[in-house]
């Protein structure tokens, strides 16, 4: 079955460590993208991979760190250096056929810092 | 600065219909999106306007006016599982989404 998968569901984390969330997709995609969701808030980009070994800062991407050595996988770091990591973490890989273009979700990683 | 704006809540009725607004503002416009997202859950894909006018896609319809800076999704034949957030995403000029907060829909029974 093709799709995006995250791993994993639920994380817990101390003040301090760096934390890896995993993004895995068998869709063909090209680009690629990580969201964070708070309650009440629109979806914000953190980063973004049009292309491998290719990425983009969105618009809060301080205190995070993104690979994409493969055109599969694109994890997202979260470092003791963002103040406030606890959140809904979204990956996302867009399909672009004929005149749609649009954007498909993995499941997502629920974040907690204690 | 770039804008989405929909309500914060809606109430409706199983089996009525109703509809959820959605109006932008954004450096330039290369469609609007809506996502419908359980709690708990990722958005999964609804509809994509790109040009003027109404998309039906069973229940759900999603309308486009670009030059009102607005749309919005119709949802008919109210069931209970459509009880959700209903997200609306515009693609800007960057081809990047940007997003409103969502409407959470609440059905009673």
């Known amino acids: 079955d093709g799709g995006i998968t995250q791993s994993p569901k639920y994380l817990f984390r101390k003040e301090g460590q760096n934390v890896t969330l995993s993004c895995e997709q068998n869709l063909n995609h090209d680009a690629m993208y990580w969201y964070r969701q708070d309650p009440g808030q629109g979806l914000r980009l953190i980063y973004y991979s049009q292309i491998v070994n290719d990425f983009q800062k969105g618009d809060i991407a301080e205190g995070y760190s993104v690979s994409r050595e493969k055109k599969e996988s694109f994890p997202l770091t979260v470092t003791s250096a963002q103040k406030n990591p606890t959140a809904f973490y979204l990956c996302?890989?867009?399909?672009?056929?004929?005149?749609?273009?649009?954007?498909?979700f993995g499941p997502g990683t629920r974040l907690t810092v204690l | 600065g770039q804008n989405i704006d929909q309500p914060t809540e809606m109430t409706a009725t199983e089996g009525a219909i109703v509809q959820i607004n959605c109006t932008y503002q954004t450096s330039g416009f290369n469609g609007l999106f809506w996502y419908q997202q359980h709690a708990g859950e990722a958005p999964t894909f609804l509809s994509y306007?790109?040009l003027d006018g109404l998309e039906e896609k069973g229940r759900f319809s999603s309308f486009l006016s670009r030059s009102k800076g607005y749309s919005y999704l119709l949802l008919k034949e109210l069931q209970m599982k459509d009880s959700a957030s209903y997200l609306c995403?515009?693609?800007?000029?960057?081809?990047?989404?940007?997003w409103g907060a969502g409407t959470k829909l609440i059905i009673k029974p």
């Open positions: 306007n790109v």
């Open positions: 995403a515009v693609m800007d000029s960057n081809y990047q989404l940007i």
């Open positions: 996302a890989s867009r399909a672009v056929q004929g005149h749609t273009d649009t954007q498909y």
